[in-house]
């Protein structure tokens, strides 16, 4: 997971940053600028953690057991538990609405995610991620 400074920013001063990121998030009309914007701003690690959201997102859509995604996406069983908690209480419906809505197969979300994944192991795996060898 990223890593969040201990200083607090002020309630009023995040409240104009946060929508100030809003704004240049609702100026990206095409897919190739959102793609831009997202390889400008997000580090490696940040853009592998969100892909990995989504595709824990669209397993639980497709209700693939927690254990099966665990392994295929290498994220703690934890993590889904919690994730599983808000998908439940329906804290994901605008996502979910998104997924359902521009239905793809399982398995080509699937092999979108394997193919940004670093190696499981070794030292390769750094060097993976420090080069920004994936695509989404």
Not at 13 to 20: A, R
Not at 37 to 53: D, G, L, Q, S, V
Not at 71 to 77: A, E, N
Request: a positive charge; hydrophobic letters at 40%.
């Amino acid at each position: 997971m990223s890593q969040v400074s201990k200083r607090k920013v002020e309630d009023k001063s995040f409240q104009k940053i946060f929508g100030k990121f809003i704004e240049v998030l609702d100026l990206n009309k095409s897919k190739k600028n959102t793609e831009s914007f997202i390889y400008e701003f997000f580090y490696p690690t940040e853009r592998i953690m969100f892909a990995k959201r989504i595709g824990i997102i669209y397993m639980l859509i497709e209700k693939v057991p927690d254990r099966v995604i665990a392994d295929t996406l290498s994220v703690s069983t934890s993590t889904i538990g919690r994730m599983i908690d808000k998908y439940e209480k329906g804290e994901y419906s605008y996502l979910v609405s998104i997924m359902k809505r521009n239905k793809e197969s399982i398995l080509d979300i699937l092999e979108k995610i394997y193919f940004i994944m670093p190696p499981k192991v070794g030292r390769k795996r750094y060097r993976f991620v420090r080069q920004g060898k994936f695509h989404i």
